[in-house]
């Protein structure tokens, strides 16, 4: 089935011009996200020399959920003390970053605007994972595209099914609001669960949920690659 064509689009080979992208509802967005990440490293910093512990778990905990994906991260953050407000907090703030600064790029992109390479060839494979997902979401329309982000599968979350909505040739407005409204109901479960699940691993040790997570990324992702290689070309 053919992807549907969004109906703004530059010129094929368009030079990326920061003005006129920033200019863009687009640009805007990706605005709020660089603003929205500003302040919270700011935040990290200015806190460093009166909570070093804590801002060094908020820290890590970030990166993991950058790294390794949402689950390793909050897992990270109860392994280490933090309740449940900093660990929701925290996680809330880098997947409404993600999305708002990663869509807006991959819209100009789409559209025809040369980005740098070491954006560009991310970009595309995220792409390509939407893509493969694209059909089935498609049938349910919204409802779909918010499952999808909620649920918790290799490859799902906020970043591709902001691709999808785009994909299913949905407004901007409403990409990101179904697309973070299934990220926080997420977030919000998933702090529930993991509470629970790392009071009652805790006497196998402290990080015991976080490391089986960490194994269980890291086999999804061997699986990923031997699946890419097995594929036969083109």
Do not use: K
């Not at 060094?56 to 407000?85: C, E, F, K, V």
């Not at 973070?180 to 529930?192: D, H």
């Amino acid at each position: 089935m053919p992807l549907p064509r969004h109906p703004e689009r530059h010129p094929p080979s368009t030079p990326l011009e920061w003005r006129s992208a920033f200019a863009s509802p687009e640009g805007r967005w990706l605005a709020l996200g660089a603003l929205l990440a500003a302040a919270a490293l700011l935040s990290l910093g200015a806190a460093a020399p009166w909570w070093p512990e804590q801002t060094l778990t908020l820290a890590a905990m970030s990166g993991l959920n950058l790294i390794i994906g949402r689950a390793a991260g909050m897992a990270y953050g109860y392994a280490n003390g933090l309740d449940h407000l900093p660990v929701i907090a925290c996680n809330v703030i880098v997947e409404t970053v993600q999305v708002l600064v990663i869509y807006p790029l991959f819209v100009l992109s789409c559209r025809q605007w040369l980005l740098p390479g070491w954006l560009a060839a991310p970009l595309a494979r995220l792409r390509a994972s939407a893509e493969s997902s694209h059909a089935a979401v498609r049938r349910f329309g919204v409802v779909g595209l918010f499952v999808f982000v909620f649920m918790p599968f290799w490859m799902t979350g906020p970043v591709v099914g902001s691709f999808i909505g785009y994909l299913l040739g949905l407004r901007t407005r409403t990409t990101l609001a179904v697309v973070l409204a299934g990220t926080y109901v997420a977030i919000a479960v998933y702090a529930l669960f993991l509470d629970e699940v790392d009071a009652w691993a805790s006497t196998y040790g402290r990080y015991a949920v976080f490391l089986a997570l960490v194994a269980l990324a890291a086999v999804a992702m061997l699986v990923q690659r031997w699946r890419g290689r097995s594929r036969p070309p083109g």
